[in-house]
């Protein structure tokens, strides 16, 4: 059964950045697609980005286009993201997971907190 763990996370200031990573105990097929979500106090969880089984092509949420980049080491069985200029309304918890059913098993996610 794939886990996922998610890292990376903490406090940053606005304009600054933080690479969150996420690591598939059992590796992640590189058929998958894959995703970085996020989910903010009192609010639903969003799609952020998604990126296809072999990294070709992305897609990212208006709000964070030309900011964040995701990536994906199938190697390493890792999925990236690169998260750049960031805003106060990028605080959340984000976490990674397949970008459509089946989902995998939710991990714990990381907390992003951009303050100043």
């Known amino acids: 059964q794939v886990q996922l763990v998610e890292s990376g996370g903490g406090l940053v200031q606005p304009g600054g950045s933080l690479r969150l990573s996420c690591t598939a105990s059992g590796g992640i097929s590189s058929i998958y697609p894959m995703a970085w979500y996020r989910q903010a106090p009192g609010k639903q969880r969003e799609l952020v980005a998604t990126?296809?089984?072999?990294?070709?092509?992305?897609y990212y949420i208006d709000s964070v286009k030309g900011r964040f980049t995701i990536s994906r080491d199938n190697a390493k069985g890792t999925v990236n993201l690169q998260m750049n200029r960031v805003k106060p309304e990028d605080t959340a918890v984000y976490y990674c997971?397949?970008?459509?059913?089946?989902?995998?098993?939710w991990g714990q996610g990381t907390q992003v907190t951009v303050s100043s």
């Open positions: 990126i296809t089984g072999v990294g070709i092509s992305n």
């Open positions: 997971n397949a970008q459509h059913a089946p989902f995998f098993a």
